[in-house]
Each structure stands twice: as structure tokens, then as C-alpha cells.
């Protein structure tokens, strides 16, 4: 049973730049959320994808968007890059249920703005 | 605001030792409670999670945690440190939306 898979594991990007990153969930999960983790703190919440739709939304600027696919693989995309986004970006995966569910995570992408 | 605090940035302990990691969290009403654990350059991994029920909760590697609604707290124990163990340590309370604290780096000294 796989697990939560991210691509791409590392990434280096240079300001204003604009960057895909990739999560496939959880096998039998249908809701993905993201964190971005900067060095040296805990994760912080982005959003979470259900049913092709952000359904909650952390305190990140828009230049932070998302996408769910009918197969519920996600991505995260980030515009205008800026030298404080890099950081490790956390995907995790669960069940949809009243309240919430546990969220598994999975290895992260590395992101370096240059 | 919802927030987890974890007063302990690191803490050492020697193998074989017993371990407390402390936790609190301000919430408006009992959310879910979890510690992970995460070594460096990885991911998050599930240790224990807490939704209802019996305040002493059992996780994987020997980890237990207990709830206390009075003290708003959800400490992560293990009776005898082994050397694997270090790692950082978040806890996290929220349901699909999860807030987590600063987190603890546990070190083991030999």
C-alpha cells in the first residue's frame, strides 16, 4: 500500500519564478492538504483540497493556488517567488470526514529560492 | 486564535532514560490531538492520536501520550529512550485543518 508520494523531492528556483509541486494521496484517501515548513519551525497550513474544491484556506497570499483532479492527486503552485518561500512544502492525505480525519504526510519537496 | 504550544525547544536524555515531551493547546473546544515525529530532511510520521475516549493513549515505538482537559495539555511519553529516538517532535491539534507547535529536538546521549 503506497503511501503519500511528492514530486518533485528537490527544487531550486530563482525570485519571480514560478513553481509546480506534486502530491498523489494516500491510496483510499480523498482529501489532501498542504503545509509549507520553514527551517526550524512547525508546519503551517495552506489549504486542503476536497472533492476538486479548496474547502479551507490558511493565512498565505493568493499566490498560493491549488488544484484536486478527479483521481484526487494535487498540486500546489506558487507565483512571483520570493526568497521567504523557500521552504520544505508538506503534503498530506485522509478520509473525509465531520471534523477531520488523521492526516498522513508525505516526504515533502525542498524548495530553495535563489 | 487556535495554537499549540510546546515549551521545550530541545531536550536531552540519556539512553535507556524515560522521556516527557510537554504539549498545550488553546482551542475552542477539545480538538484532535496528535504528535509526529519527524528526523531531519523528512517527513512527517504518525506516532499517536487522540479523538475521544480513554486519555491514555498508545502509539507505535513504545510512545504513549496522555490527554488532561484541564491542563489543556497532550504530553508524549516513553519509558525507555533508545538511541533511534532522535528526532524532532511536533505536536498538533485541529481537525481538517491542523495547527502545530514549534516543536522539540529530542537528543540521546549514550
Known amino acids: 500500500d503506497a503511501g503519500v508520494t511528492q514530486s518533485p523531492t528537490h527544487l531550486i528556483k530563482t525570485r519571480g519564478q514560478q513553481v509546480t509541486l506534486r502530491c498523489s494521496p494516500k491510496?483510499?484517501?480523498?482529501?489532501v492538504s498542504w503545509y509549507q515548513q520553514a527551517l526550524g519551525q512547525g508546519p503551517q497550513f495552506i489549504f486542503q483540497?476536497?472533492?476538486?474544491?479548496?474547502?479551507q484556506r490558511g493565512n498565505f497570499p493568493d499566490r498560493f493556488s491549488g488544484h484536486q483532479f478527479p483521481n484526487y492527486s494535487s498540486e500546489l503552485n506558487v507565483n512571483a517567488l520570493l526568497l521567504g518561500d523557500s521552504a520544505l512544502y508538506l503534503c498530506?492525505?485522509?478520509?473525509?470526514?465531520?471534523?477531520?480525519?488523521?492526516?498522513?504526510f508525505g516526504p515533502g519537496t525542498r524548495l530553495t529560492v535563489l | 486564535a487556535q495554537s499549540v504550544t510546546q515549551p521545550d525547544i530541545h531536550i536531552t536524555v540519556s539512553e535507556g532514560a524515560s522521556l516527557e515531551l510537554r504539549c498545550n493547546y488553546s482551542y475552542g473546544a477539545t480538538p484532535y490531538l496528535f504528535w509526529y515525529v519527524q528526523s531531519p530532511g523528512q517527513g512527517l510520521q504518525l506516532l499517536l492520536k487522540y479523538f475521544s475516549g480513554d486519555t491514555l493513549v498508545q502509539g507505535i515505538k513504545g510512545f504513549e501520550a496522555e490527554f488532561k482537559r484541564s491542563q489543556s495539555s497532550f504530553n508524549l511519553r516513553k519509558p525507555s529512550v533508545h538511541w533511534s529516538d532522535a528526532a524532532e517532535y511536533f505536536c498538533a491539534a485541529g481537525g481538517n485543518k491542523l495547527v502545530f507547535g514549534a516543536g522539540t529536538i529530542l537528543r540521546v546521549k549514550s
Open positions: 498530506a492525505s485522509s478520509l473525509d470526514r465531520i471534523g477531520g480525519d488523521t492526516q498522513y
Open positions: 483540497y476536497y472533492e476538486e474544491e479548496e474547502r
Open positions: 491510496s483510499g484517501h480523498d482529501t
